[in-house]
């Protein structure tokens, strides 16, 4: 015969046991992290991913699980990598770094819910049907990376009033790379001023890229904001400091590594609302019901050291629009 004490615990064990099993049953959603960017040089976007999934209510590792798969700029191996993480079956997919992998999450599945980031001009990619209605399994974050191009321009020839001659470099491999290219030449011509657009997308491209500026004599240059970009930042800024050519960039990033500025939104907020759109995917509303976010805050950045190492005056006009000066 059980003793009372032995039944009543085996009776709690047994009551308790359906539960534990549902529980084994039902695994924490797995989010899928596809980014064309690099691990190391995207720390602070990450978190700004995991803050907005926070705000929504999901905690890595709590009530969720984030796979990550970087293309390191190489984006040929964004399809393979939007494979591996539908293989996971994954509960949505967040495409970070702009359009190649926002393009590549799209076509690899038509039913799994994709939230996107940085990518300009959604409707003109063939992302999304519509801003505020875009239908479909697609939805995301816009950055207008198009549309301040041209403005980058005007702010670089107000920062270096004398240049007669600015470079602008863009991405071939990135299906936004030409039509940025019509937004900066347009802004020249209105300015009366020579523009070289000039392409790369491998790290030996780049350094031919800062090769060719020397030969054009090039007074300044614009950089796109660009994954594959993104990834070599250090890069880039480094090279500008070594030709001691004045570069005016999409993201305070490369102000904050020895830039000269930055004309653009803020990339970790855009990050940020992805999170949160994530989160309300999980929890169970449409891409197709949720408008793609336009941002509505554009940042001037510029680092003084960097312009007194240029030996360049900030004009003050700038310095009073500035949304942070870096001493």
Not at 196 to 202: D, G, I
Not at 221 to 244: C, K, M, N, Y
């Amino acid at each position: 015969m059980l003793r009372r004490r032995e039944f009543i615990a085996g009776g709690l064990c047994s009551a308790a046991w359906p539960l534990a099993a549902h529980a084994q049953q039902q695994p924490m959603p797995i989010v899928g992290f596809l980014s064309s960017r690099s691990p190391g040089e995207s720390t602070g976007v990450v978190a700004a991913f995991r803050k907005g999934l926070s705000e929504a209510g999901f905690v890595e590792g709590q009530n969720v699980v984030i796979a990550f798969r970087w293309a390191e700029g190489h984006y040929e191996r964004l399809p393979e990598l939007a494979s591996d993480l539908i293989g996971l079956r994954v509960a949505a997919l967040f495409a970070a770094g702009g359009p190649p992998s926002a393009l590549a999450a799209k076509a690899a599945t038509l039913t799994i819910p994709i939230v996107f980031s940085a990518a300009s001009d959604p409707v003109r990619l063939g992302l999304v049907a519509s801003l505020n209605r875009p239908g479909g399994n697609v939805t995301g974050m816009s950055t207008l990376i198009v549309e301040l191009a041209g403005k980058s321009v005007e702010v670089l020839k107000e920062m270096v009033p004398r240049a007669t001659v600015i470079a602008y470099l863009v991405n071939p491999s990135n299906p936004s790379g030409r039509i940025i290219s019509q937004q900066v030449q347009a802004a020249a011509n209105r300015l009366a001023t020579q523009i070289h657009v000039l392409e790369a997308s491998t790290v030996h491209e780049l350094d031919e890229v800062f090769a060719t500026l020397a030969k054009l004599r090039a007074d300044a240059l614009g950089v796109t904001g660009e994954p594959f970009f993104d990834s070599q930042r250090e890069r880039i800024v480094a090279l500008s400091g070594r030709h001691r050519i004045p570069g005016c960039y999409a993201w305070r990033e490369y102000v904050l590594a020895g830039g000269l500025m930055s004309y653009g939104t803020n990339l970790p907020d855009s990050y940020r609302q992805a999170g949160i759109y994530v989160g309300r995917v999980l929890k169970g509303e449409k891409p197709a019901d949720l408008p793609v976010v336009q941002p509505t805050k554009f940042e001037l950045v510029i680092n003084l050291k960097t312009a007194k190492t240029l030996g360049i005056a900030v004009p003050p006009t700038l310095l009073a629009r500035a949304n942070e000066v870096i001493e």
